[in-house]
């Protein structure tokens, strides 16, 4: 399969990184914002073409596929345009950073009938894969999650340090890997959300620091706090507080709630939750199926999201 991958950042490469570990799929394109260092990717990968013009990209011969792994304002606009040119799209989250775009694309995925999948990974570690699985069958039933999501974000630079062109959001993509989580491993709606917000940073115009209370439609509960503020240990720990049994997870590391190591890693056929997820991709173009994180599957969090932004702006 030949694919085009947009976005030449520290996440673009982590796609590009992944892509080398699948079969018989081929990245003939690759689709920047910044010349010199689209340029310098698409050498260090071995890509054959590239350009700052997505259309470009995706109207190379054979292209049955996009990545995009572009800034969060472009997502919704661009994954579109690869629907509108007939290939399949895979966009990293958020799908939007709003309710009117998610909206539109899932609309857009409807009309079309293509494959369209978010790069919603939590779904795909594998600690979150065992917790799943137990769900699954009936071995853990989920009372409580409790979720810390830090980071110390108040400049706007990327994973390497390098400055981006827009704002990373602290409610549009981090608040969405949590809420997706706990309604994707209870298997339930959220009926109940409040959530309250910290002052809006003048320099970033979003809000540092947030906490989220949610409740299933079956009773269970969430809570979930996040920061740009934490100059502290960095990332999400996940805590699973279930019927029979409490875990943590921490990237890709699982621990009972007695901090007793939980091996997840036969779980899946890596432990790199990105690869993971483009083999999903790939694997439901290819049998024409709907993937396990689709856009319409993810339209549900959008609209939680839309419920907490409409609170914290009261």
């Known amino acids: 399969m030949k694919i085009v991958v947009a976005g030449e950042g520290a996440f673009g490469r982590k796609h590009l990184e992944a892509l080398r570990n ?13 010349e010199s260092a689209t340029g310098d990717v698409a050498k260090d990968f071995g890509i054959p073409h590239w350009s700052l013009d997505l259309g470009e990209c995706l109207s190379q011969p054979g292209v049955e ?4 792994v572009t800034p969060t304002p472009m997502h ?25 775009d998610s909206r539109a694309l899932t609309e857009k995925v409807k009309a079309t009938g293509l494959t369209a999948m978010v790069g919603h990974v939590r779904r795909f570690n594998p600690p979150h894969q065992w917790v799943n699985n137990r769900v699954e069958s009936g071995e853990l039933n989920i009372q409580q999650m409790d979720i810390q999501t830090f980071f110390f974000r108040r ?28 309604r994707y491993q209870t298997g339930e709606d959220i009926a109940d959300v409040y ?28 809570n979930l706090s996040l920061s740009f503020n934490n100059d502290g240990p960095l990332g999400t720990e996940f805590r699973y507080i279930c019927d029979n049994g ?35 991709f790939f694997s439901a173009i290819k049998e024409g199926r709907e993937p396990n994180g689709s856009v319409g599957q993810i339209f549900s969090t959008m609209e939680v999201l839309e419920k907490i932004q409409q609170m914290v702006e009261k």
């Open 22 to 34: 699948i079969e018989n799929i081929e990245v003939v394109s690759l689709a920047g914002g910044v």
């Open 65 to 68: 596929a996009a990545i995009l």
């Open 76 to 100: 919704a606009a661009q994954a579109m345009q690869v629907l509108d040119a007939g290939k399949h799209v895979f966009v990293e989250i958020p799908m939007a950073d709003n309710i009117e």
């Open 155 to 182: 400049s706007n630079v990327n994973a390497l340090g390098e400055p981006r062109s827009w704002t990373d959001h602290l409610l549009w993509h981090h608040a969405a890997h949590s809420i997706d989580l706990f």
């Open 195 to 222: 959530a309250v917000a910290g002052p809006v940073n003048p320099d970033l115009g979003i809000y540092m620091d947030m906490g989220v209370v949610m409740r299933t439609t079956g009773g269970k509960i969430c």
């Open 246 to 280: 409490t875990y943590t997870a921490y990237y890709d590391d699982m621990k009972t709630g007695r901090g007793e190591i939980v091996d997840v890693s036969g779980i899946d056929i890596s432990t790199n939750g990105i690869e993971l997820m483009q083999r999903e």
